[in-house]
């Protein structure tokens, strides 16, 4: 299974950006997708999940901003950023997490897209 992400890019504050990341790759069926994002010199952290019946949970700092939602039947996974803030620059990463071959579990990581907003 692999991860393909898209969308990332320049803003400036208070603009909007979409990613979006889709799973491919043999017999597989994707559990929960996340987000994830690491700034410049700190630690990756969670940005939102949603779970195959698209309950969502949001960070703090992305809440009522962001929105993560999904496409089960093309395995895509979406995050609509809003009103975005210098300290959404981050490099953002989409996850996922499911079975392959109807047993394996597998866990990946998409390769990451930059986010960059400007004051």
């Known amino acids: 299974v692999q991860l393909q992400a898209s969308g990332g890019g320049s803003v400036q504050a208070g603009g909007s950006l979409r990613l979006s990341c889709g799973a491919s790759?043999?017999?597989?069926?994707?559990?929960?997708f996340a987000w994830y994002r690491q700034a410049p010199g700190k630690k990756r952290e969670l940005v939102a999940v949603?779970?195959?019946?698209?309950?969502?949970n949001y960070a703090d700092p992305v809440k009522g901003r962001f929105t993560i939602s999904r496409d089960n039947a093309k395995n895509m996974v979406y995050l609509q950023m809003n009103s975005l803030k210098p300290e959404d620059t981050a490099v953002y990463y989409c996850?996922?997490?499911?079975?392959?071959?109807?047993?394996?579990?597998?866990?990946?990581w998409g390769q990451g897209t930059e986010v960059t907003i400007s004051s």
């Open positions: 790759g043999g017999d597989f069926a994707i559990n929960a």
């Open positions: 996850n996922a997490d499911g079975t392959e071959g109807g047993s394996h579990y597998f866990e990946k």
């Open positions: 949603i779970t195959p019946t698209s309950s969502t």
